[in-house]
């Protein structure tokens, strides 16, 4: 019975997500979620882990930042409506497929311009971030 509470304290929890309004916070949330991540990614040659971002409006947008520290974006298809915000906050296109490369400069922005549409986060252990991509432009 112990090791099942200790196991349920360690997975990653859905949490309600606070309005960031600048980059300070945004860097803040960053430093926070790193830590989130390390504590919950066991093996640390890993792949797919990174967060999820429960809109409120419905959808969830998947992210994870490659060993380049470039953005890997899945966006379900429940979530295309928050397209025309992530292409104005990074100047980067719709991408042909659901997943968006991002240059990793862009992170900042684009978690401030999702911010308010955001309702929770979760850290994410595994998710296939395979699909076809398109590189960034801009």
């Not at 959808?59 to 429940?78: A, Q, R, S």
Request: charge should be negative; aromatic fraction near 8%; charged fraction near 20%.
């Amino acid at each position: 019975m112990a090791g099942t509470e200790i196991e349920m304290r360690n997975d990653p929890i859905e949490r309600p997500w606070i309005d960031l309004k600048t980059t300070y916070d945004v860097e803040a949330w960053i430093d926070n979620y790193n830590r989130d991540l390390q504590r919950h990614v066991e093996n640390k040659n890993a792949t797919g882990y990174g967060i999820c971002f429960c809109l409120a409006a419905g959808g969830e947008i998947f992210m994870h930042t490659t060993v380049d520290g470039d953005v890997l974006l899945d966006v379900t298809p429940d979530a295309a409506w928050v397209a025309p915000v992530i292409t104005a906050t990074t100047q980067v296109q719709v991408p042909s497929a659901q997943i968006w490369a991002l240059p990793g400069h862009a992170l900042t922005q684009l978690v401030l311009g999702l911010s308010s549409l955001i309702g929770s986060s979760r850290v994410v252990s595994q998710h296939d971030f395979k699909a076809t991509t398109r590189k960034y432009q801009y």
